[in-house]
């Protein structure tokens, strides 16, 4: 069974960063794949989507301060996320995109405090 593992989360300051990464738990073709969130209360926000061409698109809530990217070799997706602002403050995942209800993961949680 396939399952994506997030990690790099944590609490920062706003104008902080961090490095979320993403790894397959099992062997996996992963097509195009995408960084979502989730805030406390509120539904699940798509991020980025990175094809395996490596081209990405992002949304109006990730772009100029996040980037994403990919290692097909090592089937590994990366949310550079900098100048962080309290509003980022969520639980982090990534899945294929379309999304796969079974590929979720954990999350890895963001905290943007002073």
């Known amino acids: 069974q396939v399952q994506f593992v997030e990690s790099g989360g944590g609490a920062v300051k706003p104008g902080g960063s961090l490095r979320l990464s993403c790894s397959a738990s099992?062997?996996?073709?992963?097509?195009?794949w995408a960084w979502f969130r989730q805030a406390s209360g509120k539904p699940r926000e798509l991020l980025t989507v990175t094809s395996r061409g490596l081209h990405t698109t992002y949304t109006d809530s990730a772009k100029d301060r996040f980037t994403a990217s990919r290692d097909n070799t090592n089937n590994t997706l990366i949310l550079q996320m900098n100048n962080l602002r309290p509003e980022d403050t969520a639980a982090y995942y990534c899945?294929?995109?379309?999304?796969?209800?079974?590929?979720w993961g954990q999350g890895t949680q963001v905290t943007v405090s002073a």
């Open positions: 099992g062997s996996i073709y992963i097509g195009s």
């Open positions: 899945n294929t995109w379309p999304e796969r209800s079974e590929y």
